[in-house]
């Protein structure tokens, strides 16, 4: 029998190569196993499965409550939900257990008994709501902007594939009183202006997490491992705004716009003791709860910047007499107009030459006899005494987009500038920070930093803010002789402009022109004279044509200032004002 070469053909030839080949193929796959759970690394693989079923989801802390001085709520948080479903789960939804029989009623299962059970809930017809759980979408809303109590009401029937993403939003229950003051909170949860936005982290709180593994169909999976940090909600927040004055300064300050047709018009209520802002008020005021995109975020009271005019008369002078370079019976001969050098200067109308003590010089107003006056100092001290009055530098309030101002060195004062110093140009100011300035002189010479914030609550409940920093301006007799000269400047007689029944006032007006020749009018004032504690300044913006401070905002303060003391309960002390002589 002859031997040859082994014929595939034959059995056990065929068995052998299956043989070979499944043993090469198992070979294979447990070199590859080795290579992926041992070489390559098979935790890597589980980290990379588990991540792919890890879902994270936010738990929204809610944001604290804004507080007035008195505890009235001027913003609030509330919750609401957006309601969504998973159509891939819906369907597996059983009915509801008898209570009786403890068996589940047939018909009430599906799509079709979810659909019954949820749309009295959602304000939809059964009809509606069941196109809305049929199909093949993993999430799909049902309804956006629940009420949080309604939200919880559908959740209570445990409807599978049904979800509620709670949110917070901001509530402004006095509309535009303070609106732009306290600023607004956007759609996405992130401030924008006002008190909103500069105490944004002591508000906001920390948002939480809920972290779990889900199934194909998007359903979390029971036995999985489900991890919650709770979320901390922000603190309250309580501010030195008295709600009833800023809501009638408001009043008082659009009434005046429009009655002057003037651009704009801004109230600040001050208290110069403490440093408290009672109110800060602005004729354009939005409503944060329907805000539009005409309306303007910025906050004018800290940021519209603008001459003085002759408010800025009272620095200069406080400079020379706490200086010992003038004297309130300093006598002056006054022309209406004069030259300085190169430079003329006039005073706002003309008039017959005045024989004027210091005293008479700033009741009258005169730029004239205010640049005679200062030419005793030098102007490094007259721009020494601007800065401490706080002129050229930002005030500290608690507010977002405050401007320092501005104030040049006296090496850029150029010309008429030298000059125009002296009586409130060739510098700009805020009216917060006029209000502060003007305050050192009611309070022995001490400026106080405004504040806007009373307390901040820090989970004990509401503590105290530290005291605000105080820096002395000038000596507490130039102080208290440029109080007897601001009496001096307001008659206490019925019919004045800046007249308070029962209260000596004292005060002083301000005029100038702006850059588009537009002007600016304001007052700022102080009652009663004799025990001063509150400063109220009313600015006018954008006048088309001259109108005196006296006139366009003197009535204003009058007002504002009648108001903020009967609130404040502050009584009249009975004492007459000061008549200091004002002609020699």
Same mark, same amino acid.
């Given at each position: 029998?002859?031997?040859?070469?082994?014929?595939?053909?034959?059995?056990?030839?065929?068995?052998?190569?299956?043989?070979?080949?499944v043993?090469?193929?198992?070979?294979?796959?447990?070199l590859?196993?080795?290579?992926?759970?041992g070489?390559?690394?098979?935790?890597?693989?589980?980290?990379?499965?588990?991540?792919e079923?890890?879902?994270?989801?936010?738990?929204?802390?809610?944001?604290?409550?804004?507080?007035?001085?008195?505890?009235?709520?001027?913003?609030?948080?509330?919750?609401?939900?957006d309601?969504a479903v998973?159509?891939?789960?819906?369907?597996?939804?059983?009915?509801?257990v008898?209570?009786?029989?403890?068996?589940?009623?047939?018909?009430?299962?599906?799509?079709?008994?979810?659909?019954?059970?949820?749309a009295?809930?959602?304000?939809?017809?059964?009809?509606?709501?069941?196109?809305?759980?049929?199909?093949?979408?993993?999430?799909?809303?049902?309804?956006?902007?629940?009420?949080?109590?309604?939200c919880?009401?559908?959740?209570?029937?445990?409807?599978?594939?049904?979800?509620?993403?709670?949110?917070?939003?901001?509530?402004?229950?006095?509309?535009?009183?303070?609106?732009?003051?306290?600023?607004?909170?956007?759609?996405?949860?992130?401030p924008?202006?006002?008190?909103?936005?500069?105490?944004?982290?002591?508000?906001?709180?920390?948002?939480?997490?809920?972290?779990?593994?889900?199934?194909?169909?998007?359903?979390?999976?029971?036995?999985?491992?489900?991890?919650?940090?709770?979320?901390?909600?922000?603190?309250?927040?309580?501010?030195?705004?008295?709600?009833?004055l800023q809501?009638?300064?408001?009043?008082?300050?659009?009434?005046?716009?429009?009655?002057?047709?003037?651009?704009?018009?801004s109230?600040?209520?001050?208290? #110069?003791?403490?440093? /408290?802002? !009672?109110? =800060? *008020?602005?004729s354009?005021?939005?409503?944060? $709860?329907?805000? +539009?995109?005409?309306?303007?975020?910025?906050i004018?009271?800290?940021s519209?910047?603008?001459?003085?005019?002759?408010?800025?008369?009272?620095?200069?002078?406080?400079?020379?007499?706490?200086?010992?370079?003038?004297?309130?019976?300093?006598?002056?001969?006054?022309?209406?107009?004069k030259?300085?050098?190169?430079?003329?200067?006039?005073?706002?109308? #003309?008039?017959?030459? /005045?024989? !004027?003590? =210091? *005293?008479?010089?700033?009741?009258?107003?005169? $730029?004239?006899? +205010?640049?005679?006056?200062?030419?005793?100092?030098?102007?490094?001290?007259?721009?020494?005494?601007l800065?401490?009055?706080?002129?050229?530098?930002?005030?500290g309030?608690?507010?977002?987009?405050?401007?320092?101002?501005?104030?040049?060195?006296?090496?850029?004062?150029?010309?008429r500038?030298?000059?125009?110093?002296?009586?409130?140009?060739?510098?700009?100011?805020?009216?917060?920070?006029?209000?502060? *300035?003007?305050?050192?002189?009611?309070?022995?010479?001490?400026?106080?930093?405004?504040?806007?914030?009373?307390?901040?609550?820090?989970?004990?409940?509401?503590?105290?803010?530290p005291?605000?920093?105080?820096?002395?301006?000038?000596?507490?007799e130039?102080?208290?002789?440029m109080?007897?000269?601001?009496?001096?400047n307001?008659?206490?007689?019925?019919?004045?402009?800046?007249?308070?029944?029962?209260?000596?006032?004292?005060?002083?007006?301000?005029?100038?022109?702006t *850059?588009?020749?537009?002007?600016?009018?304001?007052?700022?004032?102080?009652?009663?004279?004799?025990?001063?504690?509150?400063?109220?300044?009313?600015?006018?913006?954008?006048?088309?044509?001259?109108?005196?401070?006296?006139?366009?905002?003197?009535?204003?303060?009058?007002?504002?200032?009648?108001?903020?003391l009967?609130?404040?309960?502050?009584a009249?002390?009975?004492?007459?004002?000061?008549?200091?002589?004002?002609?020699?």
């Open positions: 029998m002859q031997l040859g070469p082994a014929r595939v053909g034959k059995p056990e030839n065929r068995f052998r190569l299956l043989f070979f080949t043993m090469a193929l198992v070979l294979l796959l447990v590859r196993l080795i290579w992926v759970q070489l390559w690394g098979g935790s890597e693989l589980a980290n990379e499965a588990r991540s079923r890890h879902r994270h989801r936010v738990i929204q802390a809610a944001r604290g409550d804004i507080l007035d001085r008195s505890g009235q709520v001027l913003v609030s948080s509330s919750q609401l939900c309601l998973n159509q891939l789960q819906i369907g597996q939804y059983l009915g509801p008898d209570s009786k029989t403890k068996k589940r009623a047939p018909g009430d299962e599906g799509i079709a008994g979810a659909a019954r059970k949820l009295p809930l959602i304000g939809k017809s059964v009809e509606e709501t069941t196109a809305m759980l049929t199909g093949k979408k993993g999430f799909s809303y049902l309804k956006k902007g629940m009420d949080a109590k309604e919880r009401a559908v959740m209570a029937l445990r409807l599978p594939g049904v979800t509620a993403d709670y949110r917070s939003i901001r509530i402004y229950p006095n509309g535009k009183v303070a609106g732009s003051l306290l600023g607004v909170v956007q759609a996405d949860g992130k924008a202006a006002g008190v909103e936005l500069s105490l944004d982290k002591t508000l906001k709180g920390v948002d939480g997490t809920i972290s779990y593994e889900s199934g194909a169909q998007g359903q979390a999976i029971p036995s999985a491992a489900r991890a919650v940090t709770p979320a901390q909600d922000g603190r309250d927040v309580q501010l030195t705004i008295d709600r009833d809501w009638y300064a408001q009043g008082v300050v659009s009434e005046t716009a429009r009655k002057f047709n003037a651009q704009a018009a109230a600040v209520i001050y208290n #110069s003791r403490t440093g /408290e802002i !009672l109110a =800060l *008020a602005d354009g005021s939005y409503d944060p $709860n329907r805000l +539009t995109r005409k309306d303007n975020l910025a004018p009271s800290v519209y910047v603008f001459e003085p005019g002759s408010t800025g008369k009272l620095f200069t002078i406080s400079g020379l007499l706490d200086t010992g370079k003038g004297k309130v019976d300093d006598t002056y001969t006054v022309p209406w107009e030259n300085f050098g190169r430079e003329r200067i006039k005073d706002s109308h #003309s008039h017959p030459v /005045e024989r !004027l003590t =210091l *005293a008479g010089v700033l009741k009258e107003s005169s $730029n004239v006899g +205010t640049v005679m006056a200062a030419e005793r100092a030098t102007p490094d001290e007259r721009y020494k005494y800065q401490l009055f706080g002129i050229g530098s930002k005030t309030i608690e507010l977002p987009g405050e401007s320092p101002g501005i104030l040049h060195p006296p090496s850029e004062w150029h010309g500038t030298k000059l125009t110093t002296t009586f409130g140009q060739g510098y700009a100011v805020t009216p917060v920070q006029m209000v502060a *300035a003007v305050g050192a002189l009611t309070n022995g010479g001490v400026r106080v930093t405004p504040t806007i914030v009373k307390a901040i609550d820090d989970g004990r409940g509401l503590q105290p803010t005291e605000r920093e105080r820096h002395r301006v000038v000596s507490e130039t102080a208290h002789q109080l007897q000269m601001m009496d001096t307001v008659p206490d007689k019925p019919g004045q402009n800046a007249y308070v029944a029962r209260y000596a006032v004292g005060g002083k007006t301000g005029t100038a022109q *850059a588009d020749h537009a002007y600016t009018a304001s007052f700022i004032g102080v009652a009663p004279v004799d025990n001063p504690e509150i400063v109220v300044g009313v600015f006018v913006y954008g006048l088309k044509e001259f109108i005196s401070g006296n006139t366009a905002a003197a009535p204003a303060f009058a007002d504002i200032m009648r108001f903020t009967d609130r404040q309960r502050i009249p002390t009975g004492k007459p004002g000061t008549e200091l002589p004002t002609t020699w």
